[in-house]
């Protein structure tokens, strides 16, 4: 079993559409939880960063993580064309030193 | 959060030959991560570099494959030796904040004919 789980996609959305990608893991350990957004032949970008359970926002993105679940999301509201590129989830224990990462999700947005 | 700048972003290299990527951060830090990133795939992790230490290679990756250097604290290069189309790849330096943040940089795209 892999440690860290997310469909890959190919995921596509009309312009203004809300869309939410997931990620599943399997180490209760993991305490940070990170969403990378990268734009082709560039770099991941970090996106939204968490610390344990629970809700963080930042504009048009929401970050939910669900320990008991073990299962972590990433909603884009009033999406964009510009938001048009992979989505990694990541997460760490508690050393905050060893990372792991989900395959990505690609995302269109349609205009 | 750290600018990482990655040298060269890309190159085409001849099968048998060496590559030396370069890493250099905006600020002192003590982790530095070499990732690589094949197309439908994770992020594999290639080595940690820590300065003033050997670097500590993950499982399926070996110094003389892919020797690493770390002379300060802002500073890594990665080389990647003996090339084969199998390297094909985009390779990624990345530091940590410590507190379970990551950053990276642009990455190289590494084409082996």
């Known amino acids: 079993q892999k440690e860290v789980e997310q469909d890959p996609g190919p995921l596509s959305v009309p312009e203004g559409a809300i869309v939410s990608l997931n990620c599943t893991y399997s180490?209760?350990?993991?305490?940070?939880f990170m969403w990378y957004r990268q734009y082709s032949r560039k770099g991941p970008e970090l996106l939204m960063y968490?610390?344990?359970?629970g809700n963080k926002e930042d504009g048009r993105f929401t970050a939910q993580v669900d320990k008991s679940s073990k299962y972590i999301s990433l909603f884009i509201r009033d999406s964009q064309p510009s938001d048009s590129a992979t989505y990694l989830c990541a997460m760490s224990g508690n050393t905050g030193n060893q990372f792991y990462f989900g395959t990505g999700t690609s995302l269109t947005v349609i205009p | 959060s750290a600018v990482i700048s990655q040298k060269p972003s890309r190159d085409i290299c001849q099968r048998g030959t060496s590559l030396t990527i370069q890493c250099q951060v905006d600020?002192?830090?003590?982790?530095m991560f070499w990732y690589r990133q094949q197309p439908g795939q994770s992020l594999t992790l290639i080595a940690t570099a820590n300065q003033g230490s050997e670097a500590t290679y993950e499982s399926g990756f070996v110094i003389d494959k892919f020797p690493i250097s770390r002379p300060n604290l802002t500073f890594s290069t990665l080389t990647v030796s003996n090339m084969s189309p199998e390297d094909s790849s985009i390779y990624l330096c990345?530091?940590?904040?410590?507190?379970?943040?990551?950053?990276f940089g642009e990455g190289s795209r590494l084409t082996v004919l």
């Open positions: 968490t610390y344990s359970s």
């Open positions: 990345s530091v940590g904040s410590g507190i379970g943040e990551l950053f």
């Open positions: 180490n209760s350990a993991f305490q940070y």
């Open positions: 600020s002192q830090v003590t982790m």
